[in-house]
């Protein structure tokens, strides 16, 4: 068995370098400090921006496909061979509807669930 002293201390103090007198620090120029906001205010614009950008065509992607069901039940000849469906006919009060009720919904789970 060795001989270990449980009362010593495990690390030995470390001389250190004399710190000045005063020891809150100085603050930064005003002019510096707005220098030092614009890289971040850029930055949250092009987040903001990308994400715009990517929900435009999700929504006409969705818009699309409520559409689709809409003329598949009330007027299937208004849906073209390749699928379809000119854009200005699904301007209709029931697919904008839709769709708004799945924005907000789409929405609300971004903002409680922070996707």
């Known amino acids: 068995m060795s001989n ?3 009362s010593a201390p495990l690390l030995t103090s ?3 370098p004399s710190l000045p007198s005063s020891r809150s620090p100085s603050p930064m120029p005003l002019p510096s400090r707005r220098r030092a906001i ?3 205010v850029l930055l ?3 987040v903001q921006l990308s994400s715009v950008l990517y929900t435009l ?3 006409r992607v969705i818009e699309l496909r409520l559409c689709q069901e809409h003329y ?3 007027d299937v000849s208004v849906i073209q061979p390749d699928g379809s469906i000119p854009e200005l006919l699904c301007k209709i009060k029931d697919v904008q509807r839709k769709l708004a009720w ?3 919904s789409m929405e609300t789970m971004s903002v409680v669930f922070g996707m």
């Open 72 to 74: 598949q039940k009330h």
């Open 38 to 40: 614009w890289p971040l």
């Open 102 to 104: 799945l924005q907000g």
């Open 4 to 6: 270990i002293d449980s």
């Open 14 to 16: 470390v001389a250190t």
């Open 44 to 46: 949250l614009l092009l």
């Open 57 to 59: 065509p999700l929504n």
